[in-house]
């Protein structure tokens, strides 16, 4: 990027750029098959401009710059001309290229995305009808979602996501564990207690936190409850 920012409760310093019309967070996006967000299922953390199967192997570019000075610098992705991707057996050919830009602005982590020509020669394909556009967090539980195969992306346009530049980002559904102790254990009585888990998305992590567990206790879990140990 040339700067730090933070987004959704991550520390940004680089990005991952993808071909598909789509920036990584944390590792490259690879996938050419675009789903809606926000969702559990990978990838995660991202920032879609334009996220459907582009093929800038044939022909456009694909290009980056870092602009500005601190603190209003701007980190500048530009997808130009590029095709939608086509088998090549196909009998159809795209009779042009996609032109857009994604723009993450650093003093606020905000994101910008601008539209050229969202023209493909392709009818199902023209204005976004079949791509994805719009953000998710790095854990796939939370995103803002601008289109999802609708069509919604003209040429000319532009639309900015704004992000707390801060990272105060909430959880909207945070983990909850209704109980603060347990029963006490008997000598030589074997010994298991559920402890309920309200909320979140499993699988959860443990951890004991100022005490420790004796030497014959131990702490599971599963995606469905916590498990005593054998």
């Given at each position: 990027?040339?700067?730090?920012l933070?987004?959704?409760?991550?520390?940004l310093?680089?990005?991952?750029?993808?071909?598909?019309?789509?920036?990584?967070?944390?590792?490259?996006?690879?996938?050419?098959?675009?789903?809606?967000?926000?969702?559990?299922?990978?990838p995660?953390?991202?920032?879609?401009?334009?996220?459907?199967?582009?093929?800038?192997?044939?022909?456009?570019s694909?290009?980056?710059?870092?602009?500005?000075?601190?603190?209003?610098?701007?980190?500048?992705?530009?997808?130009?001309?590029?095709?939608?991707?086509?088998?090549?057996t196909?009998?159809?050919?795209?009779?042009?290229?996609?032109?857009?830009?994604?723009?993450?602005?650093?003093s606020?982590?905000?994101?910008?995305?601008?539209?050229?020509?969202t023209?493909?020669?392709?009818?199902?394909?023209?204005?976004?009808?079949?791509a994805?556009?719009?953000?998710e967090?790095?854990?796939?539980?939370?995103?803002?979602?601008?289109?999802?195969?609708?069509?919604?992306?003209?040429?000319?346009?532009?639309?900015?996501?704004?992000?707390p530049g801060?990272?105060?980002?909430?959880?909207?559904n945070?983990?909850?564990?209704?109980?603060?102790?347990?029963?006490?254990?008997?000598?030589?009585t074997?010994?298991?207690?559920?402890?309920?888990?309200?909320?979140?998305?499993?699988?959860?992590?443990?951890?004991?936190?100022?005490?420790?567990?004796?030497?014959?206790?131990a702490?599971?879990?599963?995606?469905?409850?916590?498990t005593?140990?054998?």
């Amino acid at each position: 990027l040339g700067f730090s920012l933070s987004f959704l409760c991550t520390s940004l310093s680089h990005v991952f750029v993808g071909s598909n019309g789509i920036l990584g967070f944390g590792s490259p996006v690879t996938s050419y098959s675009n789903t809606s967000v926000p969702s559990l299922v990978e990838p995660n953390g991202f920032a879609a401009a334009f996220w459907m199967d582009l093929d800038p192997g044939r022909s456009g570019s694909v290009r980056t710059m870092t602009l500005g000075s601190p603190p209003n610098r701007r980190f500048v992705t530009t997808w130009t001309d590029v095709p939608v991707w086509v088998p090549s057996t196909s009998a159809v050919t795209p009779a042009s290229g996609v032109t857009f830009q994604s723009i993450l602005h650093e003093s606020t982590a905000d994101i910008t995305f601008q539209y050229l020509d969202t023209t493909t020669g392709d009818p199902t394909h023209d204005d976004g009808r079949s791509a994805t556009v719009g953000i998710e967090s790095p854990t796939g539980r939370a995103g803002t979602l601008v289109t999802f195969a609708r069509g919604f992306v003209t040429e000319n346009t532009a639309l900015r996501c704004a992000v707390p530049g801060t990272g105060s980002f909430i959880d909207p559904n945070p983990v909850s564990i209704p109980i603060t102790s347990l029963p006490a254990a008997k000598l030589s009585t074997a010994y298991a207690q559920l402890i309920p888990v309200l909320a979140g998305v499993a699988p959860f992590t443990w951890s004991i936190v100022v005490v420790s567990l004796p030497p014959c206790l131990a702490l599971y879990a599963n995606p469905r409850r916590p498990t005593p140990p054998p």
